[in-house]
């Protein structure tokens, strides 16, 4: 195993705000490579229980590797979205949890080893196959992805998962890439995309790598990311016992304006067109922190990952 660390973003935020003692019930949803898992287990007594649910299977072998030894843990392979129908989750529930757990964690997005590893290709910087799944084991490889799609859908799924205002042209330029078949790497991925973009341009300007809004996109969409992101956050809450509280924390404004808007409505805000509800909405949850936490300038700076991220935090009421 290489040595590649992930360091647990806003970590003391999750721990002030989650607040595990004693014997709690803790899901978390993204274990990765159990950083959260480690600092909240420590905050808890022997009789805690914490289910741990990733879909990397680097990542679960990575968190037995550093947790295993923890009698309090279990890891279970799942997505997030499908983990609360898993016999698995069921049996571990009914067993350590029947009345609902005082915390759920989930840390979207992507870990460090994904992105460092370049076998797994998510990266332009560690050039590697044109991969990208979480889940090694299922699923089309974003090359197989990309081969499915035509001009139309992949400038598509450019322009909403990555908000890239050249998504048509890029689009054409990837294609003609695969067609000649010189699309097998992230770095040809990155050479279609500065064809159209050119990187010289952005660095000169101090903008972002052009090709990061594109590798955003693909990623997304090969893991289907935001597909039902507001789903588990609504039946997250139903797992949880009165007064435990969800924190998701997300890494950009598009999986974030779910998670806001999914919180909202649970927590009784209209959030629609007009200016009243048309029905009155159940209140089901109250918000911690409104308008979400943010990192301090100190992790910013000491952890760039972390530097988009933001995490909300609602209590089951
Ligand atoms: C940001 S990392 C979590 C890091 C973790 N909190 C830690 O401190 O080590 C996100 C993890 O969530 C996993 N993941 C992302 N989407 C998922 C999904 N839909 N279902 C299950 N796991 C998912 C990824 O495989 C990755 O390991």
Redesign the pocket.
Known sequence: MNQIQ?V?VLLQEVLDTLQPSGDARILD????????AEALLAQCGPGACYLG????PE?RARAQARLGHDPRLTILA????DAFDHPGYQAWKAEHAPEGFDAILA?????TL?LRTADRGFSFANPGPLDMR?DTEHGPTALEWIAEQDDQTLADALYQFGEERASRPIARAILRRLAAGTLQTTADLASAIYEVLPKEIAKRKKQVDPATRSFQAIRIAV?G?LARLGATVERAVTQLKPGGRLGVISFHSLEDRIVKQTLRRLAGTYDGPGRVAPVELPKVVKLIHPGGLAPTPEESQSNPPSRSARLRVAEHL
């Open positions: 992930h647990p949803l993204t274990l990765g490579l159990g950083g959260h649910v990733d879909r990397d990542a799942s997505a997030h979205e840390d979207l997005g992507v870990s994904q979480m893991n990311e």
